[in-house]
């Protein structure tokens, strides 16, 4: 934040707005349970405006300089509790304490990690909305989006999911096992082998990371290919199937794959090449395709 002077609202909550007037909703205390876990779940990759005292030290990236001492206002119920508020909207913040001219953008579950164990509740404000959450309810979002993370970093290390649907392809091949098959390339990663100076007669797929309005932060990465496909593996055991040489990976998404088979021309791309359990995908007409 710290740029008052901003009139484009930055925030769209309305997931999150929807589930806290879920809460309001709920008339059985069953119904008041699953409506409270819905919000979490909901705030905890929700991202809120929230006031703070001082400016936030930042880098010239815009991330938060290590160690940064930040101070988050606190309110004040007429009870005695008290909260940090975050807000749905930038603009609620300003209409609510218009003398703030300080802020972080935040989500749930950072706000979990932060004040889970301080002696303050998050209070989260919309348009004519007040939710309190507890520090027990911090904590709890803080430790699942950590096990979101670990399970996203096993998946990526692992994709079991796309070696069951290659599985079912090559047992049933029909139109709904392809569908499966594409769908679980595209949801999850896949491992693809740097080339290095001993393939350098291989042809390869250059991937450029960084900001190409920025040169100096332009990475080039070649990734190997096998007659015009880029080769993906679900695992380190199916690299390791095709070649026992130590190898560097780089893991990725199935949908940036697909975009980088798009833009570069190559053909598509095998995945577990030499292994039984082995498939090749291709962009036809935009779509992917089970070849």
């Known amino acids: 934040m710290n740029q008052p002077d901003v009139q484009e609202e930055p925030l769209n909550n309305v997931e999150l707005e929807s589930a806290i007037l879920g809460l309001r909703m709920a008339l059985t205390p069953e119904e008041e349970v699953e409506a409270r876990e819905h919000f979490l779940t909901v705030l905890r990759d929700s991202t809120l405006s929230v006031p703070t005292v001082t400016p936030t030290p930042t880098a010239p990236d815009g991330s938060i300089l290590p160690n940064a001492d930040i101070t988050f206002v606190v309110a004040q119920t007429q009870e005695g509790v008290s ?23 935040l989500t749930g579950a950072q706000l979990g990690g932060i004040l889970g164990n301080s002696p303050h509740k998050l209070f989260v404000d919309g348009p004519e909305m007040h939710v309190e959450v507890s520090q027990e309810e911090l904590v709890f979002m803080a430790q699942s989006a950590q096990k979101v993370i670990e399970d996203q970093q096993a998946a990526a290390n692992h994709n079991v999911l796309l070696e069951q649907a290659i599985a079912e392809f090559k047992n049933d091949d029909s139109t709904a096992s392809r569908e499966a098959l594409i769908n679980a390339f595209g949801n999850g990663f896949c491992r693809l082998p740097v080339a290095t100076e001993a393939d350098k007669d291989t042809p390869v797929v250059v991937l450029r990371l960084g900001d190409p309005n920025q040169p100096e932060t332009v990475q080039e990465v070649p990734l190997l290919t096998d007659q015009e496909l880029l080769l993906a593996f679900t695992g380190e055991e199916a690299l390791g199937a095709w070649s026992d040489a130590e190898r560097n990976v780089i893991a990725l998404p199935g949908g940036m794959i697909a975009q980088l088979i798009a833009q570069t021309g190559v053909g598509g791309v095998v995945i577990n090449k030499g292994a039984e359990n082995s498939a090749t995908i291709k962009v036809e007409q935009n779509q992917l395709v089970v070849a």
Do not use: C, I, K, S
């Open 83 to 105: 909260g940090v508020p975050g807000f749905t909207t930038l603009g609620q913040l300003r209409g609510t304490l218009p003398d703030v001219q300080n802020g972080m953008f």
